[in-house]
């Protein structure tokens, strides 16, 4: 598909500066796994996880430092490069790196986990959540479980730069289906390199219900959260666990969801 192929254009133009903060971050062990997800996923050793868009491999590390057994998966072939020597350079080896579309996984993947896991900034490079779901279910055990945490829909449609401003203005359709095309990559973990183009799917919370179920999933949980990890949101302030927040919408509007869904 011509979009991802852009993505992945994009997505590798900043792969050596997003292993490079990761190594640093990891080994002065600044690094935490975002609290929120810590506490909802709780105790994971032995477990076997898929780690789908997994980047350069810093949240896969995370899981296998936790005792599980890991398999990250990316769109971008010096992501996976690099997140092998990520977890070199972290002494992690109960870890292995795949290099996938999510949208061709299920075509020669057929391992199945006890866990498939995707956190933060995923849903948005997804054409097709019908697809999705049925990877997800495809690639579970059938004891396993899905876990999501990502952007909640509702705060995506807003006008970032606008938001610490207390000025809330709709940007972006809530029902589309055809690609956002944006242009910059990054700006979470490195600079945001603007000469780039990319090309961004938005979700309604019902396509993310609605894939899962139609796929044979049963939705656990979905909570919903004002506070998020920093770096997304534009957040201007941060809560005693550092997870960011914007102060004029405290409490009023919902900035990230996770989702847990079992195999019916
Ligand atoms: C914001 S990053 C996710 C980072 C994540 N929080 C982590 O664990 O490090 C989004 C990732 O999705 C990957 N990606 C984008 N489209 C993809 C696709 N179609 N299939 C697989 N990975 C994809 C990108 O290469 C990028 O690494």
Not at 32 to 50: A, H, M, W
Not at 155 to 182: M, T
């Amino acid at each position: 598909m011509k979009e991802v192929d852009i993505n992945k254009a994009a997505w590798s133009k900043i792969s050596k500066k997003h292993y490079e903060h990761f190594k640093k971050q990891i080994l002065n062990k600044n690094y935490n796994f975002n609290p929120i997800i810590l506490d909802e996923i709780g105790d994971v050793r032995g477990k076997t996880i898929l780690h789908l868009q997994c980047n350069t491999g810093a949240d896969s590390i995370m899981l296998a430092k936790m005792g599980a057994i890991v398999t990250g998966v990316d769109l971008v072939p010096d992501n996976i490069c690099y997140a092998r020597r990520l977890a070199k350079d972290c002494g992690v080896d109960n870890i292995k790196f795949i290099e996938s579309d999510i949208m061709t996984l299920m075509d020669f993947h057929h391992v199945k986990y006890d866990i498939v896991f995707t956190s933060d900034g995923v849903l948005l490079w997804i054409p097709d959540k019908k697809r999705w779901g049925e990877t997800l279910r495809h690639c579970l055990k059938d004891d396993g479980y899905f876990y999501v945490h990502d952007s909640h829909p509702f705060y995506l449609i807003f006008d970032e730069e606008e938001l610490p401003k207390g000025c809330l203005s709709a940007k972006y359709p809530y029902f589309i289906s055809k690609a956002n095309v944006e242009y910059g990559i990054g700006g979470y973990a490195t600079e945001t390199v603007k000469e780039t183009t990319t090309y961004e799917w938005m979700y309604t919370i019902g396509d993310i219900i609605n894939a899962l179920s139609s796929a044979g999933l049963f939705i656990e949980y979905l909570n919903e959260y004002d506070k998020c990890v920093k770096g997304m949101a534009n957040c201007d302030a941060e809560d005693e666990n550092k997870l960011g927040y914007l102060s004029y919408y405290k409490e009023k509007i919902p900035l990230v969801f996770s989702l847990k869904a079992t195999v019916r």
